[in-house]
Nanobody, 125 residues
Framework: QVQLVESGGGAVQAGGSLRLSCAAS????????IDWYRQPPGMQREFVSM???????DYADSVKGRFAISIDDAKNSVYLQMNSLKPEDTAMYYC???????????????????WGQGTQVTVSS
């Protein structure tokens, strides 16, 4: 079974930085895109950023200019570099796969629209 594991969360002060990782147990390029979402306490899950197989990226307005998403196919990992963190960035952060390239080698069993377990980010003022 394919696993998707987030890491890198923690507690930082406002203005600090964190780098989140989303590691897949197998070929992360099986999916057309990887998204990062977050869920602040008591609130709904919201989109943060995405990267697709062509390298195209997108960001929520609230994080543009502060966060940067990247992918390392060799490590089956996607990263979210978060700079200039604010208290309102406090949330559980999740990565999610998108649609899967079923015809690609090794991708037949890769999960589609699959969520990791999340990593907590806490930013204090």
């Amino acid at each position: 079974q394919v696993q998707l594991v987030e890491s890198g969360g923690g507690a930082v002060q406002a203005g600090g930085s964190l780098r989140l990782s989303c590691a897949a147990s197998t070929f992360i390029n099986c999916t057309y895109r990887i998204d990062w979402y977050r869920q602040p306490p008591g609130m709904q899950r919201e989109f943060v950023s995405m990267i697709d197989v062509s390298g195209r990226t997108d960001y929520a307005d609230s994080v543009k200019g502060r966060f940067a998403i990247s992918i390392d196919d060799a490590k089956n990992s996607v990263y979210l570099q978060m700079n200039s963190l604010k208290p309102e960035d406090t949330a559980m952060y999740y990565c999610k796969t998108g649609l899967v390239r079923r015809g690609a080698p090794g991708c037949r069993l890769f999960p589609e629209n699959f969520w990791g377990q999340g990593t907590q980010v806490t930013v204090s003022s």
